[in-house]
């Protein structure tokens, strides 16, 4: 499985940046296909499988849980917002969510951005 | 003036004044995808909703999710408790457990949110961690028209 578009849109903007950590989850990026995918109805799980080369993030590192981006989506008033899962080291699982509005059953629009402009206090969840 | 279909006359109908349910009978992906919006009666409502749905799947899903939320006065989404509850990596058995059930556990991070909103005077979309029975718990969501609204919750 591949990702979705608005899956792509996410990641991408979510690991857009200069921070090591941030170019480390963007070379695994690179061997990352869909492992599973689950519509909860209120959003969605996509699990992630990475090429066996994958260079995992340092022990202090392993488990973060960030996401400072938010979509709007043609279908949800309030918007959507997203939670990047890294375990022991690696991409684990993106999950997206809506603010209490069932999840569309077909996107066809959105666009995303930064929660907050200024990255810095979502970006020190890495350091 | 149409409070009781939570102000959408067009597309719900309440025929028998507890709850609004969807005339789309909206089904998608082989679980229950419209909204419930019940505050008085949620067992009623959720009952009433499973009724019309056509996957057995989707079906138990709600009536188990009517179950847990028997003491919860709230509106409950059966996919909004499973979203945020059965994901093993958002980590809230615990919280579960020590409170009884789903239900009682969105209960407990929807009031330890407000109360973070409140406080904190947040607006918009926020994050925050609040301590729900003894368990800090990482809490999203945004504050739509004064209310706020729980995007998802996980332990760190």
Redesign the interface.
Known sequence: MHLEPLETAVLEKLLNGDHPILVALKEQMSGLSVKARK?????F?TEFSLALTAHRLPASSS?I?FGDV?ATIDGLN????F?L?I?DGLL??L?G???????P?EIHGFSVKY?NADRKAELAKLD | MYAYVGGNPASLNDPLGWCAEDLAGDEARGEAAAGLFCLEHPIICILGFAGSLAAPVAAEAVFAAAEEAGSVDVAVDANKLSHIFDNPAHDLDTVVEQLGSQGNAYAAIQSAAEAAVNSGNLTGVFETVVDVAGTQVTVRGAVVNGAVRIGTAFVK
């Open positions: 519509y909860t109805g209120a959003g799980f488990r849980r938010e309030n918007g959507a917002g939670v899962f375990d684990h699982m999950e969510y809506s603010y209490d509005e069932p999840w059953k929660s």
